[in-house]
């Protein structure tokens, strides 16, 4: 993909995420990597998605050094780059503030594998990256949130919101959407009784069999 049309796929993200109920005013990150250049492209600071222009998408290298663009990166930069340093195999991230999942977050609790499509979709829980984290990133909060993600697809900010990663931006708004329902769900199973947790190995088997055989082409195109 150019850097051009993954510029434009930002946008196209960003303003799904709002569609979809997942952010408000300019609120949330998306982000993608251009793997040849290793350049990221991600949303500006402060800006809504709306009339967002391809030029309006900031172009920056692992380090958040600027390469194209008039306006400043997300604020939250630090958090995807550092994300992206330690996980070759992720091509996006986006961050949104959706709200059963925030809710998730703000109780201090993992968002539970209560469906077979968050095992489908994002193969285990979401845990919440602690402390609570109010001013600027320092060094230690940043390598504790990519320790909590491990080789996971999400965690979720302590009273803040979602990161989820994913091969492409499209499988990222696959998670953010699947983790949010997922939170709802959970949410209003709770309110009847003790909702039914999968356990791991039912995960495991419900992700990797999506991974394998849902989807027209991406995945079949890797030989999976
Ligand atoms: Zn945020």
């Keep these: 993909m150019m850097l051009a049309d993954l510029r434009q796929a930002v946008i196209e993200t960003a303003r799904k995420m709002k569609e979809y109920g ?4 300019a609120g949330g990150t998306v982000c993608a990597v251009d793997k040849e250049t ?20 900031c172009l920056v290298d692992y380090d958040l050094r600027l390469v194209d663009g008039r306006l400043k990166p997300s604020i939250a ?24 999942a925030t809710a998730f977050a703000s109780l201090n609790r993992e968002i539970p594998v209560i ?22 990133h320092t060094k230690e909060y940043l390598a504790n949130i ?26 990222c708004l696959a998670v953010a959407v699947t983790i949010e329902s997922t939170a709802a769900i959970a949410i209003r199973a709770a ?7 999968l356990n791991q190995d039912d995960t495991k088997l419900a ?17 999976e």
Excluded: W
Aim: include cysteine; charged fraction near 20%.
């Design 191 to 197: 309110a009847l009784g003790n909702p039914v947790c």
């Design 22 to 25: 997942l952010v408000e005013l």
């Design 146 to 171: 990519v320790k909590t993600l491990g080789n996971g697809k999400a965690v979720n900010l302590m009273c803040h919101g979602p990161i989820v990663v994913g091969d492409d931006l499209d499988d």
């Design 115 to 136: 469906t077979t499509t968050q095992a489908n979709l994002v193969g285990g829980t979401v845990p919440v990256v602690r402390p609570l984290h109010p001013g600027p």
């Design 77 to 100: 930069s630090d958090m995807f780059t550092e994300i992206i340093k330690a996980r070759p195999d992720v091509g996006a991230v986006i961050h949104t503030h959706s709200s059963y």
């Design 207 to 223: 992700y990797d069999y999506c991974r394998r055989a849902v989807g027209q082409k991406k995945h079949n195109e890797r030989g």
């Design 38 to 57: 290793s350049l990221v492209a991600i949303t500006p600071s402060g800006l809504e998605y709306d009339n967002m222009q391809p030029e309006d998408v």
